[in-house]
C-alpha cells in the first residue's frame, strides 16, 4: 500500500488533507468514506450499483465472516473480493468492536479475548493470531488488528491497562501477518477519552511503524465536544505520510468536522441503516421520509443531488414504497445517502485542492442552519 498526500490546507499534520492510497486492488482518493458491508455487501445494493454511487473502497466485517460462513469458505471460493464480486479495495476490521458489543463477552486476557457467538452460542477464543488469520484468508487489502475498544466512560485505571494490552497486540499481529507483502495492517490509537492515554497509544503504535493507523473508541456515546478534542490531540502525533482512519464515524458533521482535523477514512453503517429506516441525508440535515408531509411531495429527495433516486423518483413515491414495506424504498434511499457522502467528500477534496477548506466548512453549517464548532476558530 501506498499514500500520497498530495494536497494540505495548513499544517499537513493537523489539518484538511487529500491524497490518494494506492493498493493491489486499485486506488482510492482520500478523504474517504467507505460503506459498510459487514456480511460482504452493502446492504440491498449490488457492486454496480456501489460503483455508480461513488463508492471506491468498503469495508467488511471480520467478526462475522469468521462465525459466517467462515473465513476458510470465503478463501476457497477465491478470496473477499471474488466471493463478493467487488474489484476495488476491500478493508477489514479486527472483529474486536463486534466482539465486545454482541459477543456475549467471557473474558480478556493477554492472550486474547473468550466469547461466545451471538448467532449460536457457541464458544470462541480469538486472539492476536487468530485476527491475522482470518484476515489473510479473507484477502482484504487494509487489515486491522485485534484491539479492545473501550466504552464511555470508563475508569481510568482499566483505560491504562487495556490501553497498553491494545499495543502488545497490535505488536503481536504485526508478528503474525501471514500476507504483508499483500496487506497493510493498520495501528488502533486507543486510550478512552483521556488525553494523556491517546497520546500514550500513539507513541505506543508509532514505534511499529506501521502502513496507516486508526482512531478506535470513539463515537460510542461521548459528547461531540469531546471527540473533536480527541481528534487534535491524537491526529498531530501520528506520521504525515502515513493514512488516518476514524473508525465508525459516518455523520456529515463529524466527516466535516474529522476531515478538517486531519482524517483521511471513515466508516459506518449509519448512511445505509438509516436510509432502510426512511431517512434521507441532505444538506440541511435529514428528511423523514416516512413523515405524512411527503405522501404528495413531488420534488427529488434532493433537488440538486445527480444520483438515480432522485434524477428518477419523487419523495411521494418513496414514502410510498418505505409505507408498502418494498425493499426498493430502502434500495433507493441508500443509493441517495451513499450518494450524498461520495459527493461530499469529493466536495472536501476539491476544497482543500484548492486552498478553501475553511470556506465550505462554514458554508456546510450554514445549509444545516448551524454555526460551526468554534474549536477550529
Given at each position: 500500500m501506498k499514500f500520497?498526500?498530495?494536497h494540505a490546507a495548513g499544517d499537513p499534520a493537523r489539518g484538511p488533507r487529500a491524497g490518494s492510497v494506492v493498493t493491489l486492488h486499485g486506488s482510492f482518493a482520500t478523504p474517504a468514506f467507505m460503506p459498510v458491508g459487514t456480511q460482504a455487501t452493502v446492504k440491498g445494493l449490488?457492486?454496480?450499483q456501489l460503483e455508480s454511487v461513488g463508492a471506491e473502497i468498503i469495508l467488511a466485517n471480520s467478526y462475522h465472516l469468521y462465525l459466517r460462513p467462515g473465513h476458510e469458505v470465503v478463501a476457497g471460493l477465491g478470496g473477499l473480493h471474488r466471493f463478493m464480486g467487488w474489484d476495488r479495495p476491500i478493508l477489514t476490521d479486527s472483529g474486536g468492536f463486534q466482539v465486545f458489543s454482541l459477543g456475549g463477552l467471557q473474558q480478556v486476557t493477554e492472550e486474547g479475548v473468550t466469547f461466545r457467538s451471538h448467532i449460536d452460542g457457541s464458544l470462541h477464543r480469538y486472539s492476536p493470531e487468530r485476527a491475522m488469520e482470518v484476515q489473510a484468508a479473507l484477502g482484504a487489502d487494509i487489515i486491522m488488528?485485534?484491539?479492545e475498544c473501550l466504552p464511555y466512560p470508563v475508569d481510568r485505571e482499566y483505560a491504562v491497562r487495556s490501553t497498553d494490552l491494545t499495543a502488545r497486540w497490535a505488536e503481536r499481529c504485526a508478528?503474525?501477518?501471514?500476507?504483508?507483502?499483500e496487506q497493510a495492517l493498520f495501528g488502533i490509537v486507543q486510550g478512552g477519552l483521556y488525553a494523556d492515554l491517546r497520546q500514550r497509544s500513539a507513541a505506543?503504535?508509532?514505534?511499529l511503524d506501521l502502513p496507516g493507523y486508526a482512531l478506535g473508541g470513539l463515537s460510542v456515546g461521548e459528547p461531540k465536544p469531546l471527540l473533536h478534542e480527541m481528534l487534535e490531540v491524537t491526529a498531530g502525533l501520528l506520521p504525515v505520510d502515513r493514512p488516518r482512519y476514524l473508525m465508525g464515524v459516518g455523520t456529515p458533521d463529524l466527516l466535516v468536522e474529522g476531515v478538517a482535523r486531519g482524517i483521511d477514512m471513515f466508516d459506518c453503517v449509519l448512511p445505509t441503516r438509516t436510509a432502510r429506516l426512511g431517512t434521507a441525508l441532505v444538506p440541511s440535515g435529514r428528511l423523514v421520509l416516512r413523515n405524512a408531509g411527503f405522501a404528495r411531495d413531488e420534488q427529488p429527495i434532493q433537488a440538486d443531488c445527480a444520483c438515480y433516486a432522485c434524477r428518477n423518483f419523487s419523495r411521494g413515491y418513496i414514502r410510498h414504497l418505505l409505507r408498502a414495506r418494498e425493499m426498493l424504498g430502502g434500495q433507493l434511499l441508500t443509493m441517495h445517502n451513499l450518494h450524498y457522502l461520495a459527493t461530499l467528500m469529493a466536495a472536501m477534496r476539491k476544497a482543500i485542492g484548492a486552498g478553501r477548506f475553511e470556506v465550505f466548512r462554514q458554508e456546510f453549517w450554514q445549509r444545516r442552519g448551524e454555526a460551526a464548532p468554534d474549536e477550529l476558530a
Amino acid at each position: 500500500m501506498k499514500f500520497n498526500l498530495e494536497h494540505a490546507a495548513g499544517d499537513p499534520a493537523r489539518g484538511p488533507r487529500a491524497g490518494s492510497v494506492v493498493t493491489l486492488h486499485g486506488s482510492f482518493a482520500t478523504p474517504a468514506f467507505m460503506p459498510v458491508g459487514t456480511q460482504a455487501t452493502v446492504k440491498g445494493l449490488t457492486p454496480q450499483q456501489l460503483e455508480s454511487v461513488g463508492a471506491e473502497i468498503i469495508l467488511a466485517n471480520s467478526y462475522h465472516l469468521y462465525l459466517r460462513p467462515g473465513h476458510e469458505v470465503v478463501a476457497g471460493l477465491g478470496g473477499l473480493h471474488r466471493f463478493m464480486g467487488w474489484d476495488r479495495p476491500i478493508l477489514t476490521d479486527s472483529g474486536g468492536f463486534q466482539v465486545f458489543s454482541l459477543g456475549g463477552l467471557q473474558q480478556v486476557t493477554e492472550e486474547g479475548v473468550t466469547f461466545r457467538s451471538h448467532i449460536d452460542g457457541s464458544l470462541h477464543r480469538y486472539s492476536p493470531e487468530r485476527a491475522m488469520e482470518v484476515q489473510a484468508a479473507l484477502g482484504a487489502d487494509i487489515i486491522m488488528p485485534l484491539d479492545e475498544c473501550l466504552p464511555y466512560p470508563v475508569d481510568r485505571e482499566y483505560a491504562v491497562r487495556s490501553t497498553d494490552l491494545t499495543a502488545r497486540w497490535a505488536e503481536r499481529c504485526a508478528m503474525a501477518q501471514l500476507r504483508p507483502g499483500e496487506q497493510a495492517l493498520f495501528g488502533i490509537v486507543q486510550g478512552g477519552l483521556y488525553a494523556d492515554l491517546r497520546q500514550r497509544s500513539a507513541a505506543q503504535l508509532t514505534a511499529l511503524d506501521l502502513p496507516g493507523y486508526a482512531l478506535g473508541g470513539l463515537s460510542v456515546g461521548e459528547p461531540k465536544p469531546l471527540l473533536h478534542e480527541m481528534l487534535e490531540v491524537t491526529a498531530g502525533l501520528l506520521p504525515v505520510d502515513r493514512p488516518r482512519y476514524l473508525m465508525g464515524v459516518g455523520t456529515p458533521d463529524l466527516l466535516v468536522e474529522g476531515v478538517a482535523r486531519g482524517i483521511d477514512m471513515f466508516d459506518c453503517v449509519l448512511p445505509t441503516r438509516t436510509a432502510r429506516l426512511g431517512t434521507a441525508l441532505v444538506p440541511s440535515g435529514r428528511l423523514v421520509l416516512r413523515n405524512a408531509g411527503f405522501a404528495r411531495d413531488e420534488q427529488p429527495i434532493q433537488a440538486d443531488c445527480a444520483c438515480y433516486a432522485c434524477r428518477n423518483f419523487s419523495r411521494g413515491y418513496i414514502r410510498h414504497l418505505l409505507r408498502a414495506r418494498e425493499m426498493l424504498g430502502g434500495q433507493l434511499l441508500t443509493m441517495h445517502n451513499l450518494h450524498y457522502l461520495a459527493t461530499l467528500m469529493a466536495a472536501m477534496r476539491k476544497a482543500i485542492g484548492a486552498g478553501r477548506f475553511e470556506v465550505f466548512r462554514q458554508e456546510f453549517w450554514q445549509r444545516r442552519g448551524e454555526a460551526a464548532p468554534d474549536e477550529l476558530a
